[in-house]
């Protein structure tokens, strides 16, 4: 059976986001996520359309280039996620936003 972490053993991502707060604390406020699983990692989500992505993406000094895009929900979110090394700690950064509906007609209403 593997040791039991201790709140001690989270003190990288938890640095890091105290340190995040002094030096970004202008930027939105994202959902944080920590886990015992990878103790070096901190996640932080944007549910509220990209701009607030960027805004952390840019403040990190992340290049734009190493920005991953993919779908979820049959399509009908889009998700922007990269990893930034800051100050010890893996910062995982992830932006969702709706789809836009697609316009016009359908290919299965074509023949309706």
Known sequence: MSEL?????????????????????????????????????????????????????EALAVPPEKVTHGVQGDGITRVLKVTADYAGAKVHLHGYTDVPATQGVRDDDADH
């Open 5 to 57: 972490l201790t709140l001690d053993g989270l003190s990288t991502p938890l640095r890091v986001l105290r340190l995040l707060a002094a030096d970004f604390g202008y930027l939105p406020a994202p959902d944080v996520d920590l886990t015992r699983i990878y103790p070096d990692w901190l996640t932080l989500r944007f549910h509220e359309g990209l701009d607030a992505f960027e805004a952390w993406r």
